[in-house]
C-alpha cells in the first residue's frame, strides 16, 4: 500500500490554477522531506519542488519557479503544490514523495525506490 495519496488534479485551461495536496496513510511525516515530481506521457519522471522538515524549498524544475509553490501542514500529515499560470507543457501525472530524511536530496535523480511514493493524479492543461 503506497504510503501517500495525492488529489486535486484535473482539467484546466491555459493560464488557469490548480492545488495538489498530498496525504500521509497510515502514518506522519513530521520530520521527513516530501517533493513533488510529475511525469508527462512518453517522457521521464522529472523532479518539481521538494519541502524539508524546516519547510525550506528546493526547485528541481526551473520551468516552474514563480508559478508553483510548496508547502505543508504538519499537523494534517499534508503537503501542498499550489500550480497558478499553468501551461500545456505542465500536463502530466504528478507524484509525490516522501524521503527518509529531514532535508530535501539536492539532485531529484536522487530519490528513488528507497522513498516512499504516492500514486499520482492527472493534470490536464488545455491549450
Known amino acids: 500500500q503506497s504510503p501517500l495519496v495525492e488529489s486535486g488534479g484535473g482539467l484546466v485551461q491555459t493560464g488557469g490554477s490548480l492545488k495538489l495536496s498530498c496525504a500521509a496513510i497510515g502514518h506522519t511525516f513530521d520530520y521527513y522531506a516530501i517533493a513533488w515530481f510529475r511525469q508527462a506521457p512518453g517522457k521521464e519522471r522529472e523532479g518539481v519542488l521538494c519541502i524539508s522538515y524546516s519547510g525550506q524549498t528546493t526547485i528541481y524544475a526551473d520551468s516552474v519557479k514563480d508559478r508553483f509553490v510548496i508547502s505543508r501542514n504538519n499537523a494534517a500529515s499534508t503537503v501542498y503544490l499550489q500550480m497558478i499560470s499553468l501551461r500545456p507543457e505542465d500536463t502530466a501525472i504528478y507524484f509525490c514523495?516522501?524521503?527518509?530524511?529531514?532535508?530535501?536530496?539536492?539532485?531529484?535523480?536522487?530519490?528513488?525506490?528507497?522513498?516512499?511514493w504516492g500514486q499520482g493524479t492527472q493534470v490536464t492543461v488545455s491549450s
Open positions: 514523495a516522501v524521503a527518509n530524511r529531514d532535508d530535501c536530496y539536492a539532485s531529484s535523480r536522487s530519490w528513488g525506490s528507497r522513498d516512499g
